[in-house]
């Protein structure tokens, strides 16, 4: 089960509450027990995965991460140990004296712990049906704790080893492909080669050119070594093609599947089914279709939509004076946050962001703005095709784009890291339903306070709402096995009016990068807890105003949005707690 992230320590914890929110002068109130956990459980457990074998990343654990999938027996055995011995510290915790903050952190913090040691008991299950091809591991790996210590060894013998294992690794790999390994398989296998690989280097880099007799004999077995671990892997990606899918998009991803899909849901605290989800979508989407043929009708298009969308498109700027546009936007949007009152907007985080113009490599991935410290500018270079230069232009016109800059910038992701930052810095449970849905709340939240100056400023919104309700119904459907990359393209494109181009980035943003199965659910549903939970608390009876359920959301930092309901609502809550907030209510 992907995970975004482990736990980012502090050393307190403070109990948030609706009177703090009223009253913010009041202090906080003290809550050791469960960040003093966390704070000692990071500072061991980023030890012990530097110390066992190399360390080749961060100190989190995620599935789908070479971190877990490729690191060495002895270490993941070392890191369960080391979780173990946490959720015996935690579960000693008498939980219903804790504070309610704190025992959402218990509750966090356990449901993470069982959850890596699940991945881990995964992955060495999964090491068990290699471990034939893998005959030779235990030599790299002996090597590898002789060098944490710098102790010599002997060169010729290792030498010896090194040549043979070269010479037989063909065999290896056919035995490898006698097992007919599933797809998760082969990208553990491919994972567990680079590991192999960063050991080898991590060791030869230490002793060549120090120890005389070292370089002697290893120097030519080691090259050999790694020719033939190369060719290892060029076979298990060889394996990794029959699973791709040859619909002609050339996108390359890996479904997960329904189980898997429900597995995630659930840690991420989401008590809807896939199915369930992609309807509501489509109840989201039907409502986008009836504001998109009223803005139709005022701009004189009538029942012909896509019409008024190409109009609305080919409203760009001209090449170079995208970032002007940037800026004008960014005034706009803060301007109406501020006449409003609708959140605390420090005067750091108004100073110090800036823009960044995107690479056209990476447009292939990301056609659109990206954000957080700065924005980084998704729009023509020289060097990009004409039919590209001008998809590009269209598809960040100043209506699409008046929606992405703040979303991007204040009150989005530029605010909400500064927050992260600074406030509850133990606690980042780092989740797309917090992360983007904070950001994609505030284009629902504008929408409801009239910030659309008109028909072309509504469609510029509506295409944003209309493409998160349509990832939530490509990516899903994808994952389940129902749609290829291709149907995903051709759904953007008819259903969306996406340009071809963007559509294909888009798709391959979502399969082909860094982005968890549920990333791009996590936007609007992630949008949708928040408003729902800004619906019982503001609309409903006034219990704070809404610059206080901002300002207290961001104050929380990330986690489940049913954690922060719990905390800012009182919700009661158990040791075991279980996803149960059924929030959609059209």
Same mark, same amino acid.
């Given at each position: ?16 509450? /609706? ?56 270490? /993941? ?9 946490? !959720? ?97 398989? !082969? ?22 050119? &120090? ?13 050999? /070594? ?50 369930? /989800? ?14 998109? !043929? ?228 996590? &936007? ?8 729902? !939970? ?42 075991? &707690? ?9």
């Amino acid at each position: 089960m992907k995970k975004y992230g482990l736990i980012i320590i502090g050393s307190i914890c403070c109990s948030f509450s /609706l009177a703090d929110a009223q009253m913010s002068s009041e202090p906080c109130v003290p809550c050791q027990e469960v960040p003093t956990l966390m704070q000692q459980y990071k500072a061991d457990y980023q030890q012990l995965f530097s110390f066992y074998s190399p360390h080749i990343g961060n100190y989190f654990v995620a599935k789908n991460t070479t971190e877990v999938k490729g690191a060495s027996e002895e270490k /993941l055995q070392r890191l369960r140990k080391c979780n173990e011995v946490y !959720l015996q510290k935690i579960e000693q915790l008498s939980f219903s004296k804790l504070p309610q903050e704190c025992k959402v952190d218990y509750i966090l913090f356990k449901r993470n712990l069982e959850e890596v040691n699940q991945e881990i008991d995964e992955t060495l299950h999964t090491y068990q049906d290699l471990k034939s091809a893998f005959t030779f591991e235990d030599i790299i790996y002996d090597l590898g704790k002789t060098r944490r210590r710098g102790d010599s060894f002997s060169y010729e013998k290792k030498a010896y080893q090194f040549d043979s294992i070269a010479k037989v690794l063909n065999n290896n790999v056919t035995i490898l492909n006698q097992k007919k390994l599933s797809l998760a398989e !082969l990208k553990v296998a491919e994972a567990k080669v680079n590991d192999i690989e960063t050991t080898i280097e991590w060791v030869d880099n230490f002793y060549k050119g &120090y120890q005389p007799m070292y370089s002697w004999w290893m120097k030519t077995p080691v090259v050999a /070594l790694m020719d033939g671990l190369k060719s290892f892997q060029t076979k298990i990606l060889e394996n990794e093609k029959a699973y791709q899918f040859h619909d002609g998009s050339g996108i390359v991803g890996m479904p997960i599947g329904r189980e898997e899909l429900m597995n995630q849901l659930k840690f991420e605290m989401i008590p809807y089914s896939p199915e369930e /989800l992609i309807d509501q979508a489509n109840k989201e989407f039907a409502w986008c279709d009836q504001e998109m !043929l009223k803005a139709s009708k005022e701009m004189g298009f009538g029942l012909d939509w896509k019409k008024a969308v190409e109009k609305v498109k080919n409203s760009y700027v001209p090449v170079g004076e995208q970032p002007q546009l940037i800026n004008d936007l960014y005034q706009q949007s803060i301007d109406f946050v501020k006449k409003h009152d609708m959140v605390t907007i420090p005067p750091i985080a108004e100073e110090t962001w800036g823009m960044d113009m995107m690479p056209p490599e990476r447009q292939r991935i990301n056609p659109f703005f990206t954000g957080g410290n700065e924005i980084t500018i998704s729009y023509p270079t020289d060097n990009m095709s004409e039919s590209d230069k001008l998809m590009s232009m269209r598809g960040n016109n100043p209506h699409f784009s008046r929606s992405t800059v703040f979303h991007e910038l204040i009150p989005g992701h530029n605010l909400e890291f500064y927050y992260m930052r600074r406030n509850r810095t133990y606690r980042d449970y780092s989740t797309p339903f917090w992360v983007e849905g904070w950001s994609l709340y505030w284009e629902l939240l504008l929408w409801d306070k009239q910030f659309p100056r008109g028909p072309e400023d509504r469609i510029g919104m509506l295409f944003w709402r209309m493409t998160r309700c349509a990832r939530i119904i490509f990516s899903l459907n994808y994952h389940l096995g129902k749609w290829s990359p291709q149907q995903c393209i051709d759904y953007l494109v008819d259903r969306v009016d996406y340009e071809r181009a963007n559509a294909e980035g888009e798709v391959r943003r979502s399969f082909e990068g860094s982005y968890s199965p549920l990333y791009q659910v996590g &936007y609007l549903v992630g949008g949708q807890q928040i408003l729902a !939970l800004k619906k019982d608390l503001v609309d409903k009876g006034e219990k704070m105003s809404l610059k206080q359920f901002n300002d207290a959301v961001m104050q929380l930092n990330a986690m489940p949005i049913e954690m922060v309901r719990a905390i800012l609502k009182g919700e009661k809550l158990t040791a075991n &707690y279980k996803t149960n907030w059924r929030f959609y209510d059209k």
